[in-house]
Nanobody, 128 residues
Framework: QLQLVESGGGLVQPGGSLRLSCTAS????????IGWFRQAPGKERERVSC????????AYVEPVKGRFAISRDNAKNTVYLQMNSPKVEDTAVYYC?????????????????????WGQGTQVTVSS
């Protein structure tokens, strides 16, 4: 079965940069759509970004467009989330999740919710 582990979180200053990693094991990886989510203290979990199995398609929610970039290296079984110019409001626990059947755009819009496997999360704190 597929397992996901997030890493790369930590403390970052506003305007800095941080790269999160989502590494998979236990199953073939390149067929899965991978999504990034986040949950801030006292807030509901929200969708952030997703990427298709091949890496050819990706999507972002409006608050992170132009600042975050998702990519994947299937040879390393890893999906990345590059966070540039993070803001205080980006502070959250970031999770990655996999979907075996959904499309990236539909998953990001919430039109389908077929994520089946989740990582444990990694804390990102944006503060001076």
């Amino acid at each position: 079965q597929l397992q996901l582990v997030e890493s790369g979180g930590g403390l970052v200053q506003p305007g800095g940069s941080l790269r999160l990693s989502c590494t998979a094991s236990g199953s073939s990886f390149d067929y899965y759509v991978i999504g990034w989510f986040r949950q801030a203290p006292g807030k509901e979990r929200e969708r952030v970004s997703c990427i298709s199995g091949s890496g050819g398609n990706s999507a972002y929610v409006e608050p992170v467009k132009g600042r975050f970039a998702i990519s994947r290296d299937n040879a390393k079984n890893t999906v990345y989330l590059q966070m540039n110019s993070p803001k205080v409001e980006d502070t959250a626990v970031y999770y990655c999740a996999s979907s075996q059947f959904g499309s990236c755009s539909a998953l990001l819009m919430g039109l389908e919710t077929s994520y089946s496997t989740w990582g444990q999360g990694t804390q990102v704190t944006v503060s001076s």
